[in-house]
């Protein structure tokens, strides 16, 4: 198989693969460092593993992988004790041979716990499950994660507890648990970046802006503990009937106030729940690729954001549970079923490329 390296200086000369078969086609991964950033996408093992030309368009248009699956809590340690880093295992390994890097998502996810662990959690606050697990995967991924979801989703304006989720890890720990979780995750990830990563931040709604506010004062708490937080993940999940809710101006103040307390941004999980089947493809897939262009142009003005991570790279996974599994029920990618781009791809790489060096 060719590695990456072999397939950018591939590239540099001509387009190897079906999508790059446009004379204008650039990856996404080369657009980014252009404006010294990251382009990458989730993947799951057994899709990349099982299908070639998938595969080789990720490592043509990304230069990092977030798995999708295998690195959650419940997908690693589904029986207390009994780890499964096989998944996890193969997509650090090739990463590391395809020179990309590789986000670890996720450590403490209220939706990613193993049964055993909620009982646990529940019956004794059992702080010592967490930094078994911390102690298992942290150390075992050191060289190949450069950077971490170490509490993902905390926040809950709606039927949270003073902003926060009642997760089992509030309900144990109270508020404490993420600022502990950021000082167990320093220890054994010395090196990595550690994030927060949030949903629910992109549009201004009530809601929203609740939430916003929730997180930047969570930012605050944890920053007047000191404790290691090196970035947010702005989950996108662009939604085609809420878009009409995007402020430009407001979503631009959101994320100044997270780079001025000098933290970095990712905009992580982009992708667009569309589903107009009424329509014809060009149809939806021009309305997707505004809504990203509506995002991105405010996002990428932002000096903090470096990342911008897409929930997959084909309709032909979606991850979108209107997918139902069937490919390309969902167009809110940036390559279609044939691995082609479309101008969701387009939409991305225009805003790439109009990010000031
Ligand atoms: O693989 C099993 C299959 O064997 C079984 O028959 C089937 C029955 O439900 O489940 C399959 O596993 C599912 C897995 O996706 C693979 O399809 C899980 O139930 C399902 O929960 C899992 O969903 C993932 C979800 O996180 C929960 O881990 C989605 O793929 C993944 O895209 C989604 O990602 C999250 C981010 O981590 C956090 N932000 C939101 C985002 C979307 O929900």
């Excluded at 340690?77 to 890097?101: C, H, M, V, W």
Aim: charged letters at 25%; aromatic letters at 10%.
């Amino acid at each position: 198989m060719l590695d990456r390296r072999t397939l950018l200086a591939a590239m540099a000369v001509a387009p190897i693969f079906p999508a790059a078969a446009k004379s204008d086609h650039i990856p996404l991964a080369m657009e980014a460092r252009h404006v010294q950033m990251l382009f990458g996408c989730a993947v799951r093992a057994d899709q990349i593993f099982a299908d070639r030309d998938f595969q080789t368009l990720v490592l043509t248009e990304c230069a990092e992988i977030t798995p999708e699956l295998e690195l959650k809590w419940d997908y690693i340690e589904p029986i207390k004790g009994q780890y499964n880093f096989s998944g996890a295992d193969a997509l650090a390994d090739l990463a590391a041979r395809t020179q990309l890097a590789l986000h670890g998502h996720t450590l403490l996810w209220h939706d990613a716990i193993p049964p055993w662990a909620i009982v646990a959690l529940e019956r004794e606050a059992d702080w010592a499950s967490i930094e078994r697990y911390f102690v298992a995967i942290l150390p075992r991924y050191q060289t190949t994660v450069s950077t971490w979801d170490v509490v993902n989703e905390p926040i809950d304006v709606m039927s949270g507890d003073k902003g926060y989720r009642t997760s089992p890890f509030y309900t144990a720990f109270g508020p404490d648990y993420v600022a502990r979780a950021f000082v167990l995750a320093r220890q054994y990830a010395p090196t990595a970046k550690l994030f927060i990563n949030e949903y629910g931040l992109v549009y201004d709604t009530p809601e929203s802006r609740d939430k916003r506010a929730a997180l930047i004062k969570l930012i605050d708490a944890l920053k007047g503990r000191s404790a290691p937080l090196n970035g947010i993940g702005v989950q996108a999940h662009l939604e085609l009937d809420q878009q009409h809710h995007f402020n430009a101006d407001s979503f631009a103040a959101f994320l100044n106030e997270i780079g001025r307390r000098g933290l970095e941004i990712r905009i992580s999980e982009l992708d667009v729940k569309e589903n107009q089947t009424e329509l014809m493809p060009d149809q939806r897939d021009e309305r997707a690729a505004n809504a990203v262009r509506d995002v991105l142009a405010i996002a990428l003005s932002n000096r903090a954001v470096g990342t911008v991570t897409s929930w997959g790279l084909s309709d032909r996974y979606s991850w979108l549970p209107e997918a139902g599994g069937n490919a390309g029920y969902n167009r809110g990618l940036p390559f279609d079923t044939d691995l082609e781009e479309k101008s969701l791809y387009r939409a991305i790489r225009d805003a790439l490329r109009h990010r000031q060096k």
